[in-house]
């Protein structure tokens, strides 16, 4: 009855809103003609605020949500303004952009490339914290209000731990896990850090805070001792900023534009999202291609979709469906498979990392790491031809858990009881009225052990390693780019273009070849859903609002509960 009623809404919403949206068809045919183009010495505006993610998977829906940010547009409008005749300059607005360390260090190293054209390259932000002033300082000038302020108070990771909730309300854990530093189940078994999580948080934040400071000191000229005089500040306002070096001065930025710009009262600004719109006519490339195959989000079985609670979600089903349409296409010559993702559910990692297998044995597959390519991100990438990843994205984390929560005290607590008849062996291995008994963790712990070794098995089979040394640094331990590199989990550093060129070298093209790229999934509009599955409006309308993922019961999951973004 539910979902009669859903259909019914779905399909009288569907026929209002093609009515509101042939009247805007007709008002653009019929009214004003076409927006004006973009001048020349126009300054490209990069307004980085909000969530920026890796590439928009699921189409926008209309008069609900906008296609957000991503790094792709941001990339690929960079590279097709630095030849682009009209775009005389960039202005990288920073207002608390959502991203981690992965993509401010592939977007610091695109600014770079962009500078190589000579066009000037301005920063202008409100505030600014480390993240920011590490995209800041691939600019040729900062500036900031005379109210702004630069925080360089640092960066922590403090994980929630609710051990005491699930006591107070009398919800026991039951869990099972490879090994000591797979951390992502204890919120609920502890208090406070294990010496393991707590010993490899140290490991990673060296890494991160060095590079940091040595990306920091280089790009700004400055010595060591004032960055160390500026950190034991905190807080710098404008002009202690422009003191130490760290900005360059005070300026609005209606006083930038004017500065950069020739005629600002031509509309000079550019958004960087409708610059994208035109922007692959500047990128070029002829010949055979080069795939791109973007997979972002928690992991799981079937297609695409976000969650509440959960944001973007990995559907494998999809995922291998993108990648064989590339292995297929012989008009690509070479894939490269970017993850932005913590992992997720093993099968369906598996699944993704069983297609990345059959793309290898057909034609060169290139792994590019974004933020995070940890757990069942890691086992999607193991098995392709080659493995790039930014100094500052998380990877690793080798390992698996399985978690069940016997909810008997929380019923009792309501005076709610169950009883049951059962037939089998193991009939409460996933009830929420039981906890495991011996046999049961052992039947677990089996299981989850014989996937261990085979993963770590094929992992030193292709990366050339033994399987002891990938359980010495498995067991879901985690590493930054730069340490994965060290440790052979990688091959070497660089961001999306570096993998570009890497696939290319891989490849039949020839050296000077300038392929294009062909970017999975194909971009769809809200009515290819429409057309696809009658669920696909209210999904989009409710903004998946009442719907929590279908998550397979009892499974193992690798994945990696890390956020070091600030």
Known sequence: MLRFLRLVFALFFSQLLLFVLALFVLGGLFGGGSAPGISSGSMLHLGLAG???????????????????????????????????????????????????????????????????????????????????LIAT???????????????????????????????????????????????VEPSLRNDMSEASREQYEWLLDDLWGEFLETVTSRRNLGRADLEDALSRGVLQPEEAVELGLVDGVLYRDEIVRRYVDDPGKDPLVPVMEYHRDARSHLGGSGRAIAVVHTRGLILRGGHDYAPGFGAILGAAEAVRDLEDAADDDGIAAVVLRIDSPGGEIVASDIIRDGVERVRRRKPIVVSMVDVAASGGYMMAFPASRILALPTTITGSIGSFTEKFNLRGLYNKFGATRDFVTRGSYPFLFSDYHDWSAAEESLIARQQWADYDRWIGAIASKRSLTPEMVDSIGRGRVWTGQQAVEHGLVDE??????????????????????????????????FDLLLEQSDALWAGVMERWSRAPRLPRGVAWSVLDLDLRQ
């Open 493 to 526: 550093l660089g961001g999306l273009d570096r993998a570009v060129q890497v696939a290319k070298e891989l490849s039949s093209l020839a050296a000077n070849a300038k392929p294009p790229l062909v970017h999975y999934p194909e971009e769809r509009s809200f």
């Open 51 to 133: 969530e920026i993610i890796e590439y928009p998977t699921l189409p926008p829906v209309p008069f609900v949500r906008e296609r957000p940010l991503s790094q792709h547009a941001l990339l690929e409008s960079l590279e097709a303004a630095a030849t682009d005749e009209r775009i005389g300059s960039v202005l990288v607005e920073l207002q608390d952009p959502g991203l981690g360390w992965g993509k401010a260090m592939e977007l610091h190293q695109a600014l770079l490339r962009f500078r190589e054209s000579g066009k000037p390259v301005v920063a202008f932000a409100p505030s600014l914290g480390e993240i920011d002033l």
């Open 138 to 184: 691939a600019c040729d000038s900062i500036y900031m209000p005379a109210t702004g302020r630069l925080y360089l108070n640092g960066i922590a990771v403090g994980p929630m731990y609710f051990k005491g909730t699930l006591d107070k309300l009398a919800i026991r854990p039951n869990t099972s896990r490879i090994g000591a530093y797979k951390d992502a």
